[in-house]
């Protein structure tokens, strides 16, 4: 929801603008459906539909018609490849579907409803609306002036990380970053990392012995879990393996997974229970440092997210 945000700022600050979406993307083409970028009225750029010349040329055109006053919902296809009147100047093969639609100070209460609804979103030639229902995003081209393209408003995931050390600041900060929302938790009071970690949506002191009471975690939320303890992941891992969740991953040497394994068996955890969690966390790229453990930790969690 950031761009929408960034959106009404700009319109309350009385700006035109052209919000730019990648309302369809085949073969290898840069930029996926649903990236957007904005291109405002003082030449204020802000997201992104892909980079490179082509994203140049869609920046420059949107530009222009910002300066003559040119005021239109439009869709244009970009060919990543040489012969075609189309062309983007690219040569990454694949084609893409850009569309252009204008945004003024008038369009400021749309934009609100738009930042606090959980209907979906239709972009068309006839401008920006609310919808009730729709497909994940849905591109429907009936001739060249006349189309649609509508996409679910979707909420930021929720990453809970129980733990607030050292690798837990630089995780925190790339979840918020790749658009997370990262709740955090520790058990310990005055501890440096915990009180100066700003990157963070909420952060939380609590009773890991009662962590299904003191936190809602839904289905569709991430755990991490990197605590100071062993005996605390082995705790917090036995209660949190009775919930449903999308991700759970637990940071760790492989000989500490084992040994916490080998105890949750003893407690009744099957097999299958087990494999369903990442342990150690992340992806294996030989990091060391917090940072490095940092990246390996949610580039994992985006592989995952966007399987």
């Known amino acids: 929801m950031k ?32 990236f957007k970028m904005i291109v405002n009225d003082d030449g204020q750029l802000f997201g992104s539909i892909g980079g490179g010349l082509m994203e140049y040329n869609m920046v420059e055109k949107a530009k222009q018609m ?4 040119i005021v239109k919902h439009f869709t244009t296809e970009q060919i990543h490849k040489g012969g075609s009147s189309a062309s983007s100047g690219m040569i990454c093969s694949g084609s893409q579907v850009i569309a252009f639609n204008y945004l003024c100070p008038n369009d400021f209460p749309l934009i609100n409803s738009i930042r606090q609804t959980k209907q979906h979103l239709k972009l068309a030639d006839s401008g920006i609306l609310l919808v009730p229902s729709s497909k994940k995003s849905d591109f429907k081209q009936i001739s060249p002036s006349h189309w649609s393209y509508t996409e679910s408003i979707i909420s930021k995931p929720i990453a809970h990380v129980f733990g607030a050390g050292h690798v837990s600041v630089p995780t925190s900060q790339l979840l918020t970053q790749v658009g997370f929302d990262v709740f955090l938790y520790d058990n310990r009071y005055g501890i440096n990392t915990f009180k100066n970690n700003q990157e963070v949506y909420s952060k939380r002191i609590i009773d890991y012995k009662k962590v299904l009471e003191e936190v809602e975690i839904k289905s569709t939320d991430y755990i991490l879990l ?52 990442y342990a150690p966390i992340g992806l294996n790229i030989n990091s060391q440092t917090p940072e490095e453990i940092a990246v390996s930790i949610v580039a994992e969690v985006i592989k995952f997210k966007n399987r």
């Open 66 to 69: 910002l300066k003559d006053g």
């Open 3 to 34: 761009i929408w945000s960034k959106i009404q700022s700009l319109l309350q600050s009385k700006h035109k603008l052209y919000l730019l979406t990648v309302v369809q993307s085949k073969g290898s083409a840069p930029g996926r459906v649903g």
């Open 226 to 277: 990197m605590t100071h303890k062993f005996t605390e992941d082995r705790l917090l891992l036995s209660q949190l393996l009775t919930i449903k969740h999308h991700y759970l991953g637990v940071l760790g040497s492989d000989n500490k997974i084992k040994v916490m394994f080998d105890a949750l068996r003893e407690q009744g955890f099957s097999q299958n229970d087990l494999e369903k969690t």
